[in-house]
């Protein structure tokens, strides 16, 4: 990996911590307790939208050094409104999450383009793992110290983190490549509204629909369904995290030597197993287990669809890239608003109904793609 890759690369830790965060800060700000749930649901449409603000952004140092600069100030200012305050405060910082997390991420996009082009799968793999890992830090950060000190103390530790990622970007910037010549956008555009292209694109979304409505309510959901501790709650979030990352490192490995279609099913069936015990659990043994075979069975999705799209995309068009993830993110941010404002008139089981559902289509989407590339010979 070239020095570029090595300092872009874990910038995706933050993108992860900061996206994630919402998940594990719900409970902390008393959520659980609302007669109706469909307040909070509005955050993930703040944060989804701030993300698409941010999607049109230049990539260079500037937008990694900004990027940081708005996650921290705005984390600092969530930290001095916490409910009963307005929710117009909160919904305000989280769209400006969301713009931190869109400028980072078209940077980062911009700055790995050396090393995709010398191995794609592994660079779409690594990007997720440290994804994957800030996503557990943001559980462990608020698990860990939610006894300890206030929301707005949490909030200030955890504005540390984008508040470091500054400093480093700012003294030493990842080596931005120079401009050089791409397939021209109508090209790519072309390509990408391909059958398989519109298929990898709606498979995003669904899968990314799948991890985030879990990674949103599962905290709320568990102090519902079984009546434990918030603390206990937000634990439970950080093994489903642990057991994103894990699995995602095991399947690369697995790849090589397993079929892809046994390794699908097997994956979609863990899922799914994994949803009906946390729907029907009424103790903490089964909802742990069924959160680690939801977080395995979910694990090996991406690196199955990084494969493909690094074969399916030689190229690489930043740009085009940045709008496949931001889509991703905003289909991630659609699933638990809907399932918010679904809960309050259906009942919690959506939380793991809706996911549930969106394996399946993420299987037909997958079995469909490869049916096309057998098809395309591309």
């Known amino acids: 990996m070239n020095a570029s890759g090595s300092l872009a690369l874990p910038g995706f830790l933050l993108s992860g911590f900061l996206f994630a965060l919402l998940g594990a800060l719900l409970p902390a700000w008393g959520y659980h307790l609302a007669e109706r749930i469909s307040g909070a649901a509005m955050y993930f449409v703040f944060l989804g939208l701030g993300v698409i603000a941010a999607t049109r952004a230049r990539g260079n140092s500037l937008s990694l050094v900004a990027g940081c600069i708005i996650a921290c100030v705005a984390l600092v200012g969530l930290s001095f409104v916490p409910p009963p305050a307005s929710e117009a405060w909160r919904f305000a910082g989280w769209a400006a999450i969301g713009s931190s997390v869109g400028l980072l991420n078209t940077g980062l996009f911009e700055a790995i383009r050396p090393v995709y082009q010398e191995n794609p799968a592994a660079t779409l793999t690594t990007g997720g793992i440290y994804f994957g890992l800030g996503c557990l830090i943001s559980a462990l950060l608020v698990a860990g110290t939610f006894y300890l000190y ?56 669904f899968q990314s629909g799948n991890e ?36 995602r490192i095991a399947t690369v490995y697995l790849l090589p030597v397993v079929r892809h279609g046994r390794l699908l099913f097997g994956s979609a069936g863990a899922a799914l197993a994994g949803c009906l015990l946390l729907a029907f659990t009424d103790n903490k043994l089964g909802a742990t287990t069924g959160i680690l075979l939801i977080g395995g069975g979910f694990a090996a999705i991406y690196p199955l669809v990084s494969e493909k799209i690094g ?6 068009h930043p740009g085009l890239f940045h709008g496949i993830f931001a889509l991703a993110l905003v289909g991630g941010m659609l699933a638990p608003w809907t399932v918010g404002f679904l809960a309050d008139y259906a009942g919690l089981w959506v939380v793991m109904g809706i996911p549930a559902l969106g394996t399946l289509m993420v299987v037909i989407l997958l079995l469909l793609i490869w049916l096309e590339t057998k098809v395309t010979g591309l």
């Open 212 to 247: 985030w409505t879990i990674a949103g309510w599962l905290p709320i959901f568990l102090i519902r369904r079984l009546g434990i501790s918030p603390e206990s709650a937000i634990w439970m979030l950080a093994i489903y995290w642990l057991a994103l990352l894990v699995g």
């Open 150 to 205: 206030s929301v707005g103390t949490i909030l200030l530790l955890g504005a540390a983190i984008p508040a470091t990622f500054a400093v480093l970007y700012w003294r030493r910037s990842p080596a931005f490549p120079a401009p050089e010549p791409e397939p021209p956008v109508r090209s790519v555009l072309k390509d990408f509204m391909s059958p398989g292209g519109i298929m990898f694109a709606l498979l995003l979304f």
């Open 311 to 316: 074969r399916r995309f030689p190229y690489y």
